[in-house]
């Protein structure tokens, strides 16, 4: 779209301005009134605070970002945007755009008070959408612990002397007090729960134990999950009823990140816990139809004969000799499943015992295939009749580009050499 052609501008403004209803602008130095499209103003008067798009020579385009290059004669550049002066989204009266960077739009924004701040956000105006302090799902302490650790950062004197235990910090001291790790402490103090007050402690066992000569504890490690918890969820993950939501309900329920059960199950963590999965029925847990001998079968020798023998014929043939589906060899293979089963390099099934087919992963035989043996023999008899190569494509669902690799020998090349030589060509 050619914005400086007068006659694609003129049929621009006129769609520009169709079905748009003039509203007076906020701001009485602006000249004219604001263009607000219809569908942006509501039953009751009101104007809906949204852009409005239009098409454009087949792309979905702004109505301001139209409007402004009509002004200009030229689309912005990449990094600039067109900044409202109005304050109206749906706004495309060219007169109040101009353009800018989005700082600029930034600060017109913090300028004109269009961003909620103080007493205006959220916050304030609407308290029962923010989960804080002990109601957040994520909180590791409650509001008690919080206050506590905010009175004893604010009156170390009170309950602590440093000369007392040395090499003991205040953070680590109020962190072994409230068995909590120290980072929890520093969020408490960078006012991550500033909207709890301070509050003394009923008991605090730590200047006790200082009054006493007794060296405290060391303090608690950031670790949220613990063994059990680990084996707990790896158990439960292969025993469920709903693995979509598993890892959601996990996270809430031991208030982690979704990551860190995904790592759990991974075992890019806690790899030093054996797998622990109970044997649910005959053929062992919940979704396990094959022991933990032939997963470590599957992947040792996949690892180390991949490269030499390629992945359709060796997964073809770890296929045969395990009993295993093909498609359930491969998510093994690449450890899509079976997770929790550790590898052993040790388990390589010796070659001699594996029937590597040849023809494995090729032709029809292949996972990807749309077309067969005598599909591809057809194919090639009626390209050597003379017809044409796009008819035959669109008749067998397929593209013009394969039909020409069929027809020069590039793809299916041992059906070309036996069509070939049946037909008794060179």
Known sequence: MNFQNEKDRTALLERLHEDVVQVPSPYPDLPGDCRIPKCRINADGSLQNKYTLMRVNGVNMGRHVVAL???????PDRGLVARHMCDRKGCCESEHLEVG???DNRRDAIVRNRIARGLRHGAYTHPECFQRGQKNRMAKITDEIAAGIKWC????????????APGYDTKTAVAIHFNVPVTTVKGVQQDAWNHIAEKRPTELPLAKMMEAGQRPPAPKRKTVLSDADVKQIRVDYYTTTDPCHFVRDMAAKYRVTPASIWNVLKRKTFKHLTPEIPAVNDSGHGMAKYPDEVIQKI????DAYCELHGVERLISALSSYTGVSESHTRNIAERASRIEVMDD???VIPLDQLELDPMAGRGDRHPLAKLDDEKVFEILRRISAGEKRNKIARENGVSGSLISEIAR?????YVFKRFHSKEGQP
């Not at 020998?409 to 090349?413: E, L, Q, R, S």
Request: net charge positive; charged share 30%.
């Open 69 to 75: 290059a009509l002004k200009l004669g030229v689309l």
């Open 101 to 103: 960077t989005r700082d």
């Open 153 to 164: 950062l604010a009156h170390v004197d009170e309950w602590w002397q440093t000369e007392r």
């Open 299 to 302: 992947r040792a020798t996949y």
């Open 345 to 347: 390099p040790a388990a």
């Open 409 to 413: 020998g590039k793809t299916w090349k």
